[in-house]
C-alpha cells in the first residue's frame, strides 16, 4: 500500500472527502477479524481432539496478536478505551514535535541540492519543456500571456518615477566608468560592418539640397569668408568662382551618392577609425566625450525623460497589440528556444545546468520555509484535530497492521502448539 502524499496531510478537509468513510470501513474489516477469532476460540472450547487444541490455540493466539496491534495502533492517536495509560494519543501529544521532526526529514533528505538537481535531469524537464514550448499554438499562447502581463505591468508604472530612475542610474554609471571605450568600439565595429554607409548617404543627400536651395543665400557668406582670408585671396577669387566652387560642391556630393566606393567615403571611414581607436586609447579624447556625455545628462534631462516616457509608451502600444510585431517577435523566439532545449545537446546541457544552479540556490535559500510552513500549519490545527486528520490520512492502511497482526498471531499460535504436540 502506498502512503498519502504530504499534501494530503496539510490540505483542510473537503466536504465531499470519503477518507473518513474508507477509514471507518477497514476499522470494520480488521475488528470482524478480530470477532472472527474470539468466536473461533469460543467455538474450540466445545470441542475436544487434537483439531480442537490447534484451532483453540491459533484463535487465542490471533486474539493476543489482534488486540495488541489494536491498542498500539490506536494509542497513536487517542488514549485506548479513554485510559489515559503512559505513552499513548502520542500524535495529540506530540504534534508539534513531530510536525518539526516531518519537516527536517522532508528537507534534509528529499528537498535538497544535489536531490533536485539529479531529478531535474532525469525527469528530462528542460527537453519536454522545450518540446512543449516549440509547438506554435503554446509559443504564441505563452507569447500573448507574457504580452498581457508585461502591458499590466506597465500600466502600472509611474512615467516620472521610471524616467528619474534611469536618469539616476545612468549617472551612477557615468561615475562608475567611462563610456568613450564603449563608444569607440561600437565606432569601430560599424565601421569594420559598413553600417555607417547609410548614414554617409543621407548626410550627403542633405547636404547636397540644402546647397542647391540656399545658393545664392550662401554665395555672398562664401564671398565674405573668402575677403577675410587678404587681399590677395579676395584679388584672385571672383564671384564666378564662388559660384563655379559651389557648384563643384554639389556635383562632388552627388558623386559620393552614387559612388559607394568614392575616395571622399574612405577619407570619412578612416577618420572614423582613427577616432574610433582615439576613444578607446586617448585619454584626452575620453575625457572631453565623457565631459560631454556629462554635460548632455545634466542640461538635457528633459529632452531624455521625454524619450524615456516615449518609450514606454511605444512600449505598451506594442504590447497592447496581440497581432503586432512584438507579441510576434516574442512568440518565435520561445519557438527557438524550445527547439535548441529540445534538439541541441550543448544548449539543452546549459540550461539544465543553468536550471540546476537556480533551483539549488531556492532550495538552499528557501528549503527550510518548507519545514517552518509545516512546524504553524500543525500548530494552529487543535490536538485533537491534527491526530484526526493524520489518522484520516495514514490511518485506513494502518489498520493492516492489525488484521496482519491477527493473521500472523494465528500463525505463531499453530506453530507454538505443532511444537507442543510434537514435544509431548
Not at 477469532?37 to 493476543?64: I, K, N, W
Not at 554609471?173 to 565601421?191: F, I, M
Request: hydrophobic share 45%.
Amino acid at each position: 500500500m502506498t502512503t498519502p502524499p504530504l499534501q494530503a496531510v496539510l490540505q483542510p478537509l473537503r466536504p465531499d472527502d470519503d477518507s473518513a468513510e474508507r477509514l471507518r470501513a477497514m476499522k470494520r474489516l480488521a475488528g470482524a477479524c478480530l470477532l472472527v477469532a474470539a468466536a473461533l476460540f469460543l467455538l474450540s472450547l466445545r470441542l475436544d481432539g487434537t483439531a480442537a487444541g490447534f484451532l483453540q490455540a491459533g484463535a487465542e493466539a490471533a486474539m493476543v496478536g489482534g488486540l495488541a496491534d489494536w491498542f498500539a495502533v490506536t494509542a497513536l492517536f487517542r488514549h485506548p478505551l479513554g485510559l489515559r495509560i503512559p505513552h499513548t494519543a502520542l500524535v495529540p501529544r506530540k504534534k508539534d514535535e513531530l510536525a518539526t521532526k516531518l519537516g527536517e526529514f522532508v528537507t534534509g533528505n528529499f528537498l535538497t541540492r544535489q536531490v533536485v538537481a539529479e531529478q531535474v535531469v532525469e525527469a528530462g524537464l528542460v527537453p519536454a519543456l522545450g518540446r512543449w514550448i516549440a509547438d506554435p499554438a503554446n509559443s504564441a499562447r505563452l507569447s500573448t500571456e507574457a504580452a498581457t502581463a508585461g502591458a499590466t505591468l506597465l500600466a502600472a508604472v509611474d512615467d516620472d518615477s521610471v524616467t528619474a530612475y534611469v536618469l539616476e542610474l545612468l549617472r551612477r554609471d557615468q561615475d562608475r566608468r567611462s563610456y568613450a571605450p564603449v563608444l569607440g568600439r561600437l565606432l569601430e565595429r560599424a565601421v569594420q560592418s559598413q553600417t555607417q554607409r547609410p548614414l554617409v548617404d543621407l548626410l550627403a543627400g542633405r547636404a547636397r539640397d540644402y546647397l542647391v536651395r540656399h545658393r545664392e543665400e550662401l554665395r555672398p557668406v562664401l564671398r565674405e569668408f573668402v575677403d577675410r582670408q587678404g587681399l590677395l585671396v579676395s584679388l584672385f577669387t571672383t564671384d564666378r568662382r564662388v559660384r563655379e566652387a559651389l557648384d563643384a560642391a554639389v556635383a562632388l556630393l552627388v558623386q559620393v551618392e552614387a559612388d559607394k566606393g568614392h575616395p571622399l567615403r574612405r577619407w570619412v571611414d578612416g577618420l572614423l577609425r582613427d577616432y574610433a581607436q582615439d576613444l578607446q586609447t586617448n585619454p584626452l579624447t575620453a575625457s572631453r566625450v565623457d565631459l560631454l556625455t556629462r554635460r548632455l545628462l545634466e542640461d538635457q534631462q528633459a529632452v531624455l525623460g521625454e524619450l524615456v516616457r516615449d518609450g514606454l509608451e511605444s512600449v505598451r502600444e506594442s504590447l497592447r497589440d496581440p497581432a503586432g510585431a512584438l507579441p510576434a517577435r516574442i512568440a518565435a523566439l520561445l519557438a527557438d528556444v524550445g527547439r535548441r532545449m529540445s534538439d541541441d545537446p550543448d544548449f539543452r546541457s546549459r540550461t539544465e545546468h543553468t536550471l540546476q544552479g537556480a533551483v539549488g540556490f531556492l532550495v538552499d535559500r528557501y528549503g527550510g520555509e518548507l519545514t517552518e510552513l509545516i512546524r504553524r500549519q500543525v500548530a494552529r490545527w487543535e490536538a485533537d484535530d491534527a491526530s484526526r486528520r493524520i489518522e484520516l490520512a495514514v490511518g485506513r492502511d494502518l489498520q493492516f497492521i492489525r488484521i496482519n497482526g491477527t493473521a500472523v498471531g494465528a500463525l505463531a499460535g499453530l506453530a507454538i502448539h505443532a511444537l507442543q504436540v510434537l514435544l509431548d
